[in-house]
């Protein structure tokens, strides 16, 4: 089959690689009908996150049905399915609580409570590299999808992949970051970032009844987007102080809930890299700390931008002086994914308004390329194999 292969940082190919097999009983081979490049995907891609050796990327991705193992019971040959990027065994004390992202057996070789850059992570990620399983993912014509009884929903028919494919990941991760920031209604929600889990975050805010969304972003046509799609308030911060902004926006108090959609691969002057050298850091976390500076006393700053180091000089004291309430982490996508396609039967959401661009699986290496420079005003790359 043909697939997108990481080689090394930068380099990305189709290659032909072996079909998945069955290898156990609870396995389902899918022929992907859809799948996409988040911004995750970078991390991979620029270095920030270590593979040694080749991997199929891809954990946001969709399909038919091709094959089952004999301890599938709700699914057979021919159903179409959507499938979360956390990989849950539904069994473990994690799984019950509705915690798969950290599930004790998806991840064998390196599953851990230590939380660190090389050891002791958490559960299985498709196409995430070998510290979370070394899973092949889904950006080829067929992938292997574990726990086939806990993990897939069967899509329905009159939805279409682009209605439904974002509910592997960036829905449930936009709609974690502000189900976590603890909405009664009317609150001011600053996401900075809009691209696509930020603007994910936007439509959430105002499901969840936001009185006010406001998005911060250094690229003027993902800002448009933003504002057309999401009718959201903007900021350039290359145009405006970000954070006293938002504060003259809220009567000097800040924002109620900050969100950071960007994670550790934020825009970075010359000094940032050079201090990341010396700290030996991966990238910047200079949004989350304007996260920690435009929010109010008292609130809220929940964080799904992607951070895979520690940080010097991390803004502890300002944690503490304004008494604030953070949540981190990867979107528990099973906890949320049922109620989300909820919504999208109901019309009471729309996310293929996001997608900039549609490329043949072939085009895998362009559109990483195009992804990562932001050019051609790039904002969602789906690829279909």
């Known amino acids: 089959m043909k697939a997108a292969v990481f080689h090394r940082p930068g ?57 089952t193992g004999k301890a599938i019971t709700h699914l057979k040959k ?10 849950s065994c539904g069994s473990c004390y994690f799984c019950q609580h509705s915690m798969p992202v950290h599930c004790e057996h998806s991840n064998p070789e390196h599953y851990g409570p230590e939380g660190d850059m090389m050891k002791g992570k958490g559960g299985g990620l498709y196409g995430y590299t070998d510290l979370y399983g070394g899973y092949s993912g889904g950006q080829a014509e067929y992938v292997r999808v574990m726990y086939g009884n806990i993990n897939p929903r069967k899509v329905p028919d009159h939805l279409s992949d682009e209605q439904v494919l974002f509910l592997t990941d960036i829905f449930p991760t936009g709609w974690s970051a502000i189900d976590w920031g603890r909405l009664q209604g009317g609150e001011t929600v600053a996401i900075f970032g809009s691209g696509p889990v930020g603007l994910m975050a936007q439509k959430a805010a105002w499901l969840q009844g936001a009185g006010r969304v406001i998005a911060v972003d ?27 902004a938002i504060r003259a926006m809220t009567g000097g108090r800040g924002a109620d809930v900050c969100v950071d959609a960007v994670g550790t691969e934020a825009e970075r002057s010359f000094f940032d890299k050079v201090k990341a050298v010396i700290n030996v850091e991966k990238g910047t976390a200079k949004v989350m700390e304007q996260c920690f500076e435009a929010v109010r006393r008292g609130g809220v700053v929940s964080v799904v931008g992607v951070y895979g180091s520690p940080y010097d000089n991390f803004p502890i004291h300002r944690i503490f002086d304004k008494g604030l309430i953070l949540q981190f982490g990867q979107a528990p996508v099973q906890k949320y994914i049922d109620k989300l396609l909820g919504l999208i039967e109901q019309e009471q959401v729309v996310l293929d308004d996001i997608i900039s661009h549609q490329l043949p699986l072939s085009e895998a290496a362009h559109a990483y390329d195009i992804f990562k420079h932001k050019e051609d005003d790039c904002v969602k790359v789906i690829l279909k194999p």
Do not use: W
Not at 34 to 49: E, N
Not at 78 to 87: E, K, L, T
Not at 220 to 241: G, S
């Open 78 to 87: 021919g159903d179409r399915v959507v499938v979360p990027f956390p990989i």
């Open 218 to 244: 250094p690229l003027n046509y993902r800002l448009d987007k933003a504002r057309l799609v999401n009718k959201v308030e903007t900021i350039n911060p290359h145009e405006t102080d970000a954070v006293e």
């Open 11 to 67: 380099n990305i190919s189709v290659d032909t690689v072996d079909d998945p097999k069955l290898e156990k009983d609870t396995d389902l081979i899918l022929k992907v009908t859809s799948t996409a490049i988040c911004g995750s995907d970078l991390h991979i891609y620029d270095g920030f996150f270590p593979q040694p050796k080749p991997q199929v990327l891809g954990h946001e991705f969709m399909g038919i049905v091709e094959e």
